[in-house]
């Protein structure tokens, strides 16, 4: 009987091997996401915690103990600089995966376009705040490093600029594609810690950098892979997601899901390391 109703069409047919992948896709995806949410607001609380509680303890020079170049007495506008550099970075790591959620966005559009608008402007703000310290202050690193991170404040604004322009041009689904890649390089010198740690953890401590001068090759490559693998992971998941066969659908989510355990791996390290001894309940 129940052949006579699969070949009459009565029972459903079996989910096709392109439909498992797609699904295998978007779990993957979905996995990443969570993860990456769950460390970034470690990361705030950290932020918020810290140089937050710095600042109304009035102890502006608290900061010096974390950051190479913190608090500097005098330098009104590189301290003004970062500190909206720092209170800017809480903001747009908090409100930038709400700007993601498909469901927030469909049932609350007025405030997804206006708390978009608030992202975008602050996102350029810091993006700017950074590359004026990294080139007007004694950072930490050396050259390459310095134009690394410039880079990442370019694609922030380059990213914020196209986001911007197609969504004024109703072009959402174009629109969609560049709020992800801004909401990446925003993120960048959040991926550049658990990137780092991720590094430290695996190999047992700083190989390919020395921690005093916080310079070597292996930090080379990490402030540029800060901005560009993220991208061009997200790239090879979109063209997987919206005309790849099965079996890349598939590899891209068994690569996407390894990523993630990697930056979980890099997530646990930077907590442990960096954020949770400086978060007071």
Known sequence: MSDTLLMNGALPR???MRMRAGQALRAAAAFWFAVMVAGQAIFVAYIVSFYGGAVAAGDWLRWNKVLPVGYVPGDRAGNAALAAHLAIAAFVTLAGPL???PALRARYPALHRW?????????VVTALAGIYMIWTRNAAGDMTQHWGTTLNGVLIMLCAFVAVRHAMARRLDVHRRWALRLFLVVSGSWFFRVGLLFWILVNGGPVGFDPKTFTGPALNVLVFGESLLPLALLELYL???DAGGARRKLAVAAGLALLTLAMGVGIFGASMAMWLPHVHG
């Open 14 to 16: 079996a989910p096709s």
């Open 99 to 101: 700007q993601l959620i």
């Open 115 to 123: 708390s978009g608008r608030v992202y975008v402007a602050v996102a």
């Open 239 to 241: 063209r997987a997601r």
